[in-house]
Nanobody
Framework: QVQLTESGGGLVQAGGSLRLSCAASDRTFNNYAMGWFRQAPGKERDFVAAISWSSIRTYYADSVKGRFTISRDNAKNTMYLQMNSLKPEGTTVYYC?????????????????????WGQGTQVTVSS
């Protein structure tokens, strides 16, 4: 079964940076859009960013625009999220996701229901 595995989370001070990675177990997702979501304890899972299969299009939540950058390297079956100027938001779990509903589409979604494959999450703690 195809899997997504996040890594790169950890503890960082406000204003610092982290780079998250999402590795796919094979090339299945190279032709599909992928995204990042995050979820704080007791809250809903929120959209962070999405990227088209060819990296031509990206889409960000307003809360992270200008601070986060999503990218992918299909040769490595890996997607990234570079997070800069992190805010002291406590502990949040970041999830990567992939949608296989549309082959090589340039349409990107912020709706978690549009994504059918999910990683297990990586925890990010930003301290003040």
């Amino acid at each position: 079964q195809v899997q997504l595995t996040e890594s790169g989370g950890g503890l960082v001070q406000a204003g610092g940076s982290l780079r998250l990675s999402c590795a796919a177990s094979d090339r299945t997702f190279n032709n599909y859009a992928m995204g990042w979501f995050r979820q704080a304890p007791g809250k809903e899972r929120d959209f962070v960013a999405a990227i088209s299969w060819s990296s031509i299009r990206t889409y960000y939540a307003d809360s992270v625009k200008g601070r986060f950058t999503i990218s992918r390297d299909n040769a490595k079956n890996t997607m990234y999220l570079q997070m800069n100027s992190l805010k002291p938001e406590g502990t949040t779990v970041y999830y990567c996701a992939a949608t296989t509903t549309a082959y090589r589409t340039y349409s990107l979604s912020y709706d978690s229901n549009s994504y059918d494959y999910w990683g297990q999450g990586t925890q990010v703690t930003v301290s003040s």
